[in-house]
Nanobody, 126 residues
């Protein structure tokens, strides 16, 4: 069982930055792939970024939606059992509730993830 708690959301002007955090419980955090998804009002939940669990000899692999490439960075600190999403150059269209999720392997498909946080609101004003 994995419990996830997001934080770090808020209101920011366009062009600004935010760092989201997702604190996870569980002793096997390092083996889980972690993902960030977002859902804007009236829209379906969409993939933002994911990071693999620790794979011997390979380190961590990261994956990004096209909308996030070059602006967002996903990272993890296994000692703190936390995953981060650094968001730079934010745009009004980034406004959404952001969710972190955990799975056995990285995926861009939300249904593949077994565990979800409650979400944190990000609002980008123009």
């Amino acid at each position: 069982q994995v419990q996830l708690v997001e934080s770090g959301g808020g209101l920011v002007q366009a062009g600004g930055s935010l760092r989201l955090s997702c604190a996870a419980s569980g002793r096997t955090f390092s083996t889980y792939a972690m993902g960030w998804f977002r859902q804007a009002p009236g829209k379906e939940r969409e993939f933002v970024a994911s990071i693999s669990g620790l794979v011997s000899g390979l380190g961590f692999r990261t994956y990004y939606a096209d909308s996030a490439k070059g602006r967002f960075t996903i990272s993890r600190d296994n000692a703190k059992t936390t995953v981060y999403l650094q968001m730079n150059s934010l745009k009004p269209e980034d406004t959404a509730v952001y969710y972190c999720a955990a799975n056995q392997r990285p995926s861009m498909i939300s249904n593949d993830y077994n565990y979800w946080g409650q979400g944190t609101q990000v609002t980008v004003s123009s």
